[in-house]
């Protein structure tokens, strides 16, 4: 079998050959084993939508050679994606690892009747299949590239086969399986008694056909008995004997199983002490990525993320799901709550299935349930895919309708003349999607944080801290070490990006006093971000339109793009302003009109109440995370993972500091005997503390509470003090601008009498 070498030295060649016993060809009497549950991956071809050169391009775009795409997993689903319109199914064959680092930088995605059957061998099943391998030559080879992205190398078009028709394309293998929503209503209909075909009959009607479906009921069925014996096999054994040592070695770990840990019923969560300090400071906005029941994962595993100050994927805990009922959900959720605190996020993104959303609405009434962008695509995607064959257009207009629409009239309007131009008026997907728009629509939602860098970035690919380390055919038996090399390696990324945003200077763009203020709070990245849109003030002038005294209403737009203005209400005393586009309510990052308007008011520093602490370098600072915040019991023991984790932080910095020169290094090495011995004697004392010592302590703690109250007091007037001057300041700026411009004018006349009196 071809495949293009690598011209680097530090690489090696795997084999990944599918089995010689496996059918991946047309099967309308499909009665093999079922592989929808625990089989190998083979993405759903409609799940396009997760690549974002096919999002915003062409959705019948053809493949071809240097095409790039962000992931090697983009790049299987777009070529499955291909082969369901084009009429064939798909599989993984050969790949290249690096030996630098174990990755996979090289991947070849084959017709599913390429190569030829091996005969022979004694595990030989004793039924006579039929004959699917080919030798057909179609393929797709993607290699990563140094930056990052991956490109296809080699490209085979031609089959040696016929091709299969629209209207059976959803038998092939590649493009059917049980989604995860499908899983859900067969889960609750099995625990009510609904047989086989029963359920069967609900799909169909629910999905409107047999063939938007996406599975056949043979699939329906092995899914079914499958359920009834679903269990974690032979590696369930070595979760529980990896989730017991890590609650004897961190005193922080919290887990939890659904029924007996024998015997588990329903599902396994578990957090350890540095995901839930993470929450503590990181959430505001919880993802929780069911992935693996859209990509056919042999593992049911689902991750709880967020983002931490420098944009990173950062973890909340984990489940492991055997039952996806709804109660199950609402165990699950009602668990993870448990384990942070009791503390609601501001927001949650979910698949829309309805069963999660049934759970969510129970949990979390008073959070902001916003449904993953990417996965209503790839579902519009299935829903539509008659009308994408019969519009090629319809596609792109959907997604400029989605994506690209400002303001909530345009919206309406674009969508209600899309639906009509397409005759889809009455189309029940689109209708009850509709009647949920304000969960998915990006301008529905821009009124609440989301922790987003964009507003029209909109989750278009859902929140992944695993990306890498855990896909479809990881099996439960290599699922903890993968787990464990994730977390060491998005921990290492925290660490780089914090050394970097501490010791390298942000290069500046403007002599403004607010970017050097905003360069030495934010992160790097997030700074980057700020810079950004404060450099695009340039392009965007502010002009006044309403002075309405203490509150004024500004008009900013682009030049050339007076059509696409934002408007924004400043409070002239407050310092506070709303803009139209509300990418500070969503981002947490002040936006270019805001800026603006600042800009023509002399507004030089950014007001407090416009630095989001989890975007800052010390946005992990000032916070004790004990065992009231983590909801732990009341021990010293139990709190330790926290003052580690705090000492850690500081001594981190101190050695930074320390080793600068020899007589720094010096200065702090006396410092820390002198510590070591403070130490000492604090540990000695410990154990002669007195009753009357700790009633001493919280007077004087009492003390201090009140001191910081006075203190708070009177940091608040001082504040309201500076806005005040700081408005005064701004009028008079204004006066005396109106006062330069009426001499020049006067300065005008005087030299044009003069003119005209000499001619």
Not at 112 to 136: A, L, P, Y
Not at 155 to 162: A, G, I, T
Request: hydrophobic share 35%; proline share 3%.
């Amino acid at each position: 079998m071809d495949l293009e070498p690598l011209n680097i030295e530090n690489e090696v060649m795997e084999f990944a050959i599918a089995s010689g016993e496996e059918d991946n060809g047309l099967d309308l009497e499909h009665n093999d084993e079922y592989e929808g549950y625990n089989g190998e991956m083979a993405e759903n071809s409609s799940s396009l939508a997760r690549d974002s050169l096919v999002l915003n391009g062409d959705p019948n775009l053809e493949p071809s050679e240097r095409m790039e795409f962000d992931s090697e997993q983009a790049a299987r689903i777009f070529y499955n994606s291909y082969a369901r319109r084009i009429g064939f199914s798909t599989r993984v064959s050969v790949y290249q690892r690096s030996r630098r680092d174990g990755s996979i930088i090289c991947r070849q995605i084959v017709c599913s009747r390429e190569g030829f059957r091996r005969e022979g061998g004694e595990n030989r099943s004793k039924r006579q299949r039929t004959v699917t391998r080919v030798g057909c030559k179609a393929q797709m080879t993607v290699k990563k590239q140094n930056s990052g992205k991956w490109a296809v190398t080699k490209l085979v078009k031609e089959h040696n086969h016929e091709l299969v028709p629209p209207d059976k394309v959803h038998c092939l293998r590649s493009h059917r399986h049980v989604s995860g929503p499908a899983r859900s209503l067969i889960d609750t209909l099995q625990a009510a008694g609904m047989g086989p075909s029963g359920v069967m009959s609900v799909l169909i009607k629910e999905s409107g056909g047999i063939n938007n479906v996406g599975f056949t009921k043979v699939d329906c069925q092995n899914y079914m008995s499958s359920s009834r014996q679903r269990t974690l096999g032979s590696g369930g054994q070595h979760i529980f004997d990896y989730l017991k040592r890590k609650q004897e070695d961190d005193p922080g770990f919290f887990c939890a199983v659904q029924g007996d840990s024998e015997n588990p019923t329903g599902n396994i969560f578990w957090a350890d002490a540095n995901s839930r300090m993470n929450y503590q400071f990181f959430g505001d906005t919880v993802t929780f990525d069911t992935a693996y029941r859209t990509n056919r994962y042999r593992v049911p595993f689902a991750p709880f993320t967020g983002w931490n100050h420098h944009g990173q994927p950062v973890l909340f805990g984990c489940a492991l799901l055997l039952n996806e009922s709804e109660s199950s959900f609402v165990w699950l959720f009602q668990t993870w709550l448990s384990a942070m605190s009791g503390h609601h996020p501001i927001s949650i993104t979910t698949d829309q299935d309805r069963i999660i959303r049934a759970a969510v609405a129970q949990v979390f009434p008073g959070t902001r349930h916003r449904f993953c962008k990417w996965n209503v695509l790839r579902e519009a995607h299935e829903k539509l895919f008659h009308v994408n064959q019969s519009h090629l257009t319809f596609e792109s207009e959907f997604q400029r309708c989605i994506n690209l629409t400002e303001t909530i009239d345009e919206f309406e309007s674009c969508w209600e003349s899309l639906l009509q131009k397409y005759n889809l008026m009455d189309n029940e997907w689109l209708q009850s999607m509709y009647n949920v728009r304000q969960q998915w629509v990006p301008v529905y939602l821009r009124d609440t944080f989301f922790g987003e860098m964009s507003i029209t970035q909109g989750s278009d690919s859902i929140n992944s801290f695993f990306d890498g380390y855990i896909n479809a055919s990881t099996s439960i038996q290599v699922l903890i070490k993968q787990y464990e090399k994730a977390t060491a390696s998005r921990y290492e990324k925290e660490v780089k990006a914090d050394y970097d945003t501490i010791n390298t200077a942000a290069v500046l763009k403007t002599p403004s006093p607010m970017e050097k203020q905003a360069a030495n709070l934010y992160t790097r990245i997030i700074f980057t971000q700020f810079q950004e849109e404060l450099v695009e003030t340039l392009a965007n002038p502010a002009t006044i339109i309403d002075d309405g005294g203490s509150e004024a209403l500004y008009r900013v737009a682009k030049f050339g793009e007076d059509h696409k203005a934002h408007f924004i209400k400043f409070n002239v005393f407050e310092r506070k302003a709303s803009c139209s586009c509300q990418m500070f309510e969503f981002s947490g990052i002040i936006c270019r009109h805001i800026l603006a308007v600042f800009r023509v008011t002399n507004v030089l520093t950014l007001p407090s109440h416009y630095i989001l602490k989890r975007w800052t370098r010390n946005s992990k600072s000032g916070v004790i995370v004990d065992e009231h915040t983590l909801g732990l019991p009341g021990s010293s023991q139990e709190s330790l993972t926290a003052r580690y984790e705090n000492l850690r932080r500081e001594a981190i910095k101190y050695v930074e500091e320390g080793a600068a020169s020899a007589h720094i290094y010096n200065v702090a090495m006396d410092a820390l005997h002198e510590a070591a011995k403070k130490v000492y004697a604090a540990k000695e004392q410990v154990s002669g503390i007195t009753p009357s010592t700790l009633v001493k302590e919280c007077q004087l703690q009492s003390d201090s509470v009140e001191l910081d109250n006075i203190i708070k007091e009177l940091t608040a007037d001082l504040e309201n003090a500076s806005q005040r001057c700081e408005a005064y300041r701004a009028t008079l700026l204004s006066v005396l601008k109106d006062m330069e411009e009426a001499k020049l004018r006067i300065t005008v006349k005087v030299h044009n009498t003069r003119l005209n009196l000499k001619g």
